[in-house]
């Protein structure tokens, strides 16, 4: 793993859209694999920013999301597919007929897990799956477990993450109990992950996931077994790690 660690939110965001543009200029045509969460907005600004400026192009990019919340339409404004319209297809030169998201409305939401796997696969995998992470260690929609799941799945919300994700929402009820998610196993065929994590309350998540035991009880644990992660963090996110001894990039 390589673990950059920088001044705050701006510093990571700027270091984390130059990972992911390096990406589209080695490879055009590449498979990205995108997540929601307020972590990667400024990221996606930055890319957003670079494109507009005719820096950055996402005219061939294919992009497949992590997940969705079960029951939500693409035209919610909380459902994930707005979420990445909003903040990212809608303001760069990307075919939105080659992004995808799992569908939150399907009516068979097992059959449209399993479709979501055959795309996944029949793309060749991310080249660079991008991944923030909850405050439990989550990835995706990936919670803390008795076991790590490999496909894509509907999962039940912990507690702790529709807490977190109530203040989105009008109140705590309206927050969907279920989502749609990738399992780890799209995650680990990606060619490189990024994970970016800002903040104090990230701090105890990243050590799990760099120095925890690899466990579901912390799914970004397996990420221990990637051959290929790049950490990017701000101060407070990574303070832990630096605590405890950890050798970080600056
Ligand atoms: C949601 C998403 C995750 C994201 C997490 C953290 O649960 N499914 O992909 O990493 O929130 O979000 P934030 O970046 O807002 O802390």
Redesign the pocket.
């Known amino acids: 793993m390589r673990i950059y660690m920088e001044k705050d939110y701006a510093a990571m965001s700027r270091r984390a859209a130059h990972i992911i543009a390096a990406e589209i200029h080695k490879n055009p045509a590449c498979v990205l694999g995108l997540?929601?969460?307020?972590?990667p907005i400024g990221t996606y600004q930055k890319l957003v920013e670079w494109c507009k400026a005719g820096d950055l192009s996402f005219a061939e990019v294919t992009t497949v999301n992590?997940?969705e919340y079960k029951g939500l339409s693409g035209e919610h404004d909380q459902s994930y597919r707005y979420f990445m319209n909003d903040n990212l297809f809608n303001h760069v030169d990307i075919d939105k007929d080659f992004t995808f998201v799992p569908d939150g409305l399907a009516e068979d939401a097992e059959a449209e897990c399993a479709e979501y796997d055959e795309l996944v696969e029949a793309l060749g995998y991310a080249d660079l799956q991008l991944?923030?992470?909850?405050h439990n260690g989550?990835i995706?929609?990936n919670e803390p477990d008795t076991c790590f799941t490999k496909e894509t799945h509907v999962v039940n919300l912990t507690d702790s993450?529709i807490d977190?994700?109530t203040r989105f929402f009008a109140n705590r009820d309206e927050v969907p109990r279920q989502a749609l998610t990738m399992g780890v196993g799209c995650i680990m065929a990606a060619g490189r992950v990024l994970l970016i994590a800002s903040g104090e309350g990230k701090a105890d998540a990243v050590y799990n996931t760099v120095c925890g035991p690899i466990t579901p009880e912390c799914p970004a644990s397996i990420l221990q077994l990637h051959p290929d992660v790049v950490i990017v963090g701000d101060e407070a996110a990574l303070s832990k790690l630096v605590a405890a001894g950890v050798e970080v990039c600056k």
């Open positions: 997540a929601t969460g307020s972590t992590l997940d991944l923030g992470i909850g989550h995706g929609f993450t977190a994700n």
